[in-house]
T-cell receptor
Framework: EAGVVQSPRYKIIEKKQPVAFWCNPISGHNTLYWYRQNLGQGPELLIRYENEEAVDDSQLPKDRFSAERLKGVDSTLKIQPAELGDSAVYLC?????????????FGSGTRLTVV | RKEVEQDPGPFNVPEGATVAFNCTYSNSASQSFFWYRQDCRKEPKLLMSVYSSGNEDGRFTAQLNRASQYISLLIRDSKLSDSATYLCVVNPFSGGYNKLIFGAGTRLAVHP
């Protein structure tokens, strides 16, 4: 089975510019997560989707971050405008079902550098 | 206090050594527990789940102590390829939803 696919792999932008990340989850996985990982830290949840519904976005900085998951499959995470502190790796993950007792699968991430 | 705490290391050990990592979590209602492995500049990958009775997968043994809110990972006969960051992960399962909380990771370096 194909894994979680993310693009782009790397992105370098100037501060105040917009940026978008794309994620295609594993087929049949209705739960999708966006995490952010800063250097030397573990991943931190930004937003979780159950199908097309965002069920937990409490950690998403809503003044500049937005996300969508149209049709409950692919998802896009956007930052506008980007700040220097947004430099991090943005990881997408997916899992099957709401109540799974298993860990989930991450994509290879997008490494964002804001200069 | 962080929800999941780990010693950041690094743990520098020779090949063949036995090494143990510990982790504590703050939410006593947490339902499931995992260890993930993360290689440099790669995504985290599930290493193993952690069960209340303890579980073993080859050279790796995971233990859970719910009373002390403590999780451990033991690696026997370390290999050079075990060099990585090991992330302790807890699922508080709040509101009926799966949500993994990651520790900051413990770095392991195995040398010849």
């Amino acid at each position: 089975e194909a894994g979680v696919v993310q693009s782009p792999r790397y992105k370098i932008i100037e501060k105040k510019q917009p940026v978008a990340f794309w994620c295609n989850p594993i087929s049949g996985h209705n739960t999708l997560y966006w995490y952010r990982q800063n250097l030397g830290q573990g991943p931190e949840l930004l937003i979780r989707y159950e199908n097309e519904e965002a069920v937990d976005d409490s950690q998403l900085p809503k003044d500049r971050f937005s996300a969508e998951r149209l049709k409950g499959v692919d998802s896009t995470l956007k930052i506008q405008p980007a700040e220097l502190g947004d430099s991090a790796v943005y990881l997408c993950a997916s899992s099957r079902g709401q109540t799974t007792n298993y860990g989930y699968t991450f994509g290879s991430g997008t490494r964002l550098t804001v200069v | 206090r962080k929800e999941v705490e780990q010693d950041p290391g690094p743990f520098n050990v020779p090949e063949g050594a036995t090494v143990a990592f510990n982790c504590t979590y703050s939410n006593s209602a947490s339902q499931s527990f995992f260890w993930y492995r993360q290689d440099c500049r790669k995504e985290p990958k599930l290493l193993m789940s952690v069960y209340s009775s303890g579980n073993e997968d080859g050279r790796f043994t995971a233990q859970l102590n719910r009373a002390s809110q403590y999780i451990s990972l033991l690696i026997r006969d370390s290999k050079l390829s075990d060099s990585a960051t090991y992330l302790c992960v807890v699922n508080p399962f709040s509101g009926g939803y799966n949500k993994l909380i990651f520790g900051a990771g413990t770095r392991l370096a195995v040398h010849p």
